[in-house]
């Protein structure tokens, strides 16, 4: 099984030195959301992007497999009384949200965490309506101090021709900083 990121480590997703090197607010701004969009935060840990994203857009579907990660998500909600967002807690191949539900599915760090591409990509497909986008931001493969070990990353071309293989297709690479990559996919057929 691949290595999840600890919950009780929440505190190093919403860390100051983070917010320098991956700035929610700007990755968030590429992403092309909108007061229509109906966003999906797969691997959402503690809300780093799901919360601000809320601000942005019409629903905010907050999802993770670790309920540790979710009472952290739903803590902050309480406390800005947002009001857009739904915390879900997930299955490892499964994304429990109905068809054609989703706008814009997100997931930052989550790629190279997942035991399941195929299953998720499936259901990734599923989810999406017909112009929907999945966006996958991940860990450059280099050695860096930060980040989970090199053995464990998963190479921009890599995920690309997985995604391919899932019958997705490659619409953006973005720059996302130095130390991660941002991967903007359609539907193949659309
Ligand atoms: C490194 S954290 C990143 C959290 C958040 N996306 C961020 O960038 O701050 C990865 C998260 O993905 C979650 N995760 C891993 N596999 C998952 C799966 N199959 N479905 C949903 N969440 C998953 C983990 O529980 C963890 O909270």
């Not at 499964?94 to 499936?122: C, Q, T, W, Y």
């Amino acid at each position: 099984m691949a290595h999840k990121f600890d919950a009780k480590k929440a505190e190093i997703l919403d860390s100051a030195d983070r917010r320098r090197f991956l700035n929610p607010d700007s990755i968030l701004k590429k992403a092309g959301l909108s007061r229509d969009t109906i966003f999906a935060d797969l691997g959402c840990g503690s809300g780093y992007f799901a919360i601000p994203s809320s601000l942005i857009v019409k629903k905010v579907y907050a999802i993770d497999v670790q309920e540790g990660m979710l009472d952290i998500v739903r803590e902050k909600i309480r406390v800005k009384k947002l009001t857009n967002i739904e915390t879900f807690l997930s299955k490892e191949s499964s994304i429990l949200l109905p068809d054609n539900s989703v706008d814009v599915l997100f997931m930052a760090n989550v790629f190279h965490e997942l035991d399941d591409r195929g299953g998720i990509l499936k259901e990734a497909k599923r989810i999406l309506s017909g112009r929907g986008r999945m966006i996958i931001i991940d860990w450059k493969k280099m050695e860096m101090e930060m980040g989970p070990p090199i053995e464990e990353r998963i190479s921009e071309d890599e995920v690309i021709s997985i995604c391919e293989d899932g019958d997705f297709r490659i619409l953006e690479r973005l720059e996302a900083g130095a130390y991660n990559y941002m991967l903007v996919f359609g539907k193949s057929a659309t």
